[in-house]
């Protein structure tokens, strides 16, 4: 709040201080030192290969120099002037010293980059002139030298994994430097074209000059960026020839490996200066532990005090932390035996003295301790993470008081104290479980390579396991009810089952059931389809309730799903529901003849949306299911599938219309397509023009209608024939009058 009370030019050196702390937001990586005016020169390759730290360090120099004339100028600026000058210098100071940063990580990557240049000619040239392992290794080959080449293995594995996210992270940072580039070299054109039309050309001029500060800087930010994904990639391929070059070492010394005296004795005497330190530091806690109580007990005293509820629970804490302090000062103690043990056990199997059951036996115990050591590095890390947070509150609360001058209880002092204490014990004891659990890990290791751990009984018994706790494996919960992959596969096995069964019940009930109640085939397919949704829909109901589901719980949703149904799914749900209604009423049922658009079809297939019919072409027709309800349809079958036919028979004037009746009476009765019940008749229907009109009237089957009516046909031609009755044809009477001569002109046809 006082920032304006200070003299104008160190408020631009504060307002400079403050830029070069806020950072950049252009990234890291670059090119050549540019010019302050101009247009400065594309990053490219090349230019980034030509980098070298003496390169650098002179750009640095000139650098410098304009650093220092710019703050010159800053301060030959009267005192107590703070105008638009005194801002572009300080943004301008600000903008070099950045750069200069960017200048300081390039010298420092390029001479990364030339230890790893250095390092891999070493080990190319130790790839060429590979020595044998027992000359490159110094002896004595025991136990300490293997764990030196077991933690130099480790450390390349790790570095794998780390470098592979560092040049993840670079290539961001890279790609995003030159989008800042490019920007930046955007607006430094920009600014520069408008130089030729500002009236303010000195402004114009100064906004130029920071345009092309940033422009450089960006430049330089891009090049450094390059030159660290370079390193890191050169890093990477580093890592697999030293790999290479470890590897027959390793084997080497682990098939040669000596466990001399001096070796167990060294380890003995580290043991014991450990026990000292500890049976030390466990005194020292034991006492504190005494100190402590007498404190929560003086604290208790103290009940009725001004503020005894903080205090009392405070040194309560540091009571806990004290007994904490002791068990971990034990674990470690007990842990020395534990350490002691594996050493034993690695000697043993390193120099092959144990027998391959024993060995079995100790990878099976191995394998245990790994997994329970894994749990309590779990917790250790979590009660660390809770005392770091807790003694950064502690902390901080202490240095409020001490700006503010309050004098805070001893109490809060002694907690932060113990608080400190406790962490630096924890960090020793998950230090000690990381030893602990390196040394077994390759004890691990080192049986693997002795015995065959493999066990037909173990491996069926953790693939019984993992199997079962994938088939348990909690999905997802409804209602507060677990709902697990068995759940899901089991409902997918019982909707598939369950359709399958569905369709086969509905057939066996159309086959026994409806056929036995004197059902014709369409009322059969009508009512097996209804039975078929009906068990599904069991089914479906089954599965919800697997699902701890139930229909109430969807009176949310059902509003809003009728609505989309209504207006998405209209045509849908009015076929499907035109469908059931058509297999309810049955008013066309499978196998029914019917007449649509003039057309006689059969009825094959009645589905849930559409019906499929065949004329009698034998093609195929989709029917949506509510067009047989909006429309009228003929249904010849309906009831029975006996029809009444009629053929239209003219004969000429002057024929007995009785023995007419009479011929064709006789023919329809000679055919036994022809029904009796009822009877054929024939109809006297008209005097037409040219004929006298008979229309012969008869029942048959729907199936044979066509070849009925061809039939009779042939036989009426015939009965007419051998009975002399002359069917009509049109005649006409043509009427002259004759009372004048007609008068008949012969016209020429003109030639074209």
Known sequence: MHFFLLPPRRVCLAFASLLLLAGTALGVAGLPALPLTGTPPATNAADAADLTPEVVAARRVALQKEIATTRTELGKLPEGKLDDTALRLTQETALLERIDNVYLEQQHTLQHAADLTKEAAEVEERTQARRPPEVSLKPPYGVHL?????????????????????????????????????????????????????????????????????????????????????????????????????????????????????????????????????????????????????LVIAAERRATSANPTEELESRRADRQIVNLTLGVLAAQQERLDEAEKISDLRRRVLAGSATSEGMRSWDAANRA??????????????????????????????????????????????????????????????????????????????????????????????????????????VFSVKDQPVRVKTILAVILLIILGHWLSRWMSALIARTVFHRIGLNT?????????????????????????????????????????????????????????????????????????????????????????????SGDNTHVIVPNSRLLEQSVTNWTLSDDVVRKKIKVGVAYGTSTREVDRVLKEVMLTLESVNRNPAPDVHFSDFGDSALVFEAHFWSSVAGRIEVETELRHRIAEAFAQAGIVMSFPQRDVHLVTSQPLQIEVVAKKSV
């Open 522 to 614: 369409g009322r059969r397919a009508a009512w097996q389809t209804l039975s078929f949704y009906g068990l599904f829909l069991i089914v479906i109901l089954t599965a919800f309730n697997l699902f701890h589901l139930s229909l109430t719980q969807f009176s949310v949703v059902s509003g809003a799903l009728a609505v989309g149904i209504g207006f998405g799914s209209q045509n849908l749900i009015n076929n499907f529901i035109s469908g059931i209604i058509l297999l309810v009423e049955r008013p066309i049922n499978q196998g029914d003849v019917i007449e649509l658009d003039g057309q006689v079809v059969t009825v094959q297939e009645l589905g849930p949306r559409s019906t499929i019919v065949r």
């Open 369 to 474: 301790e790994l997994e329970r050591l894994e749990k309590q590095r779990k917790l250790q890390l979590t009660d660390l993470e809770k005392s770091r947070g807790e003694l950064q509150d502690l902390q901080a609360r202490l240095s409020r008081a001490s700006a503010s001058g309050e004098t805070q209880p001893a109490w809060t002092v002694d907690r932060a104290q113990r608080l400190v204490a406790w962490l630096a014990l924890s960090n020793v004891e998950f230090a000690d479980l990381d030893s602990v659990r390196t040394e077994r890990l390759r004890l691990k290791e080192e049986l693997g390579a002795r015995v065959s751990s493999f066990s037909w009984s173990d491996t069926t018994a953790a693939t019984w396991q993992n199997a079962n706790a994938a088939w348990n494996y909690e």
């Open 146 to 294: 293997l764990d030196q080449l077991y933690a130099e293995r480790d450390y390349l594995e790790q570095a794998r994994g780390w470098l592979k996210t560092d040049v993840a992270n670079v290539t961001a940072a890279l790609a995003e430097a030159r989008d800042t580039l490019a920007e930046k070299d955007r607006a430094r054109r920009a600014t520069r074209e408008a130089l030729d039309k500002a009236t303010d050309r000195a402004k114009a001029q100064s906004e130029l000059r920071f345009a092309e500060l940033e422009s450089r800087l960006a430049q330089e930010t891009v090049k450094v960026r390059e030159k660290a994904l370079h390193t890191l990639k050169l890093q990477q391929s580093l890592l697999e020839p030293k790999q290479a070059l470890l590897r027959p070492s390793f084997d080497w010394l682990r098939a040669h490996l000596v466990v001399a005296d001096d070796e167990i004795a060294a380890a003995r005497v580290l043991r014991e200066k450990r026990e000292a330190e500890l049976a030390t530091a466990i005194a020292a806690a034991k006492q504190e532990a005494d100190k402590v109580s007498r």
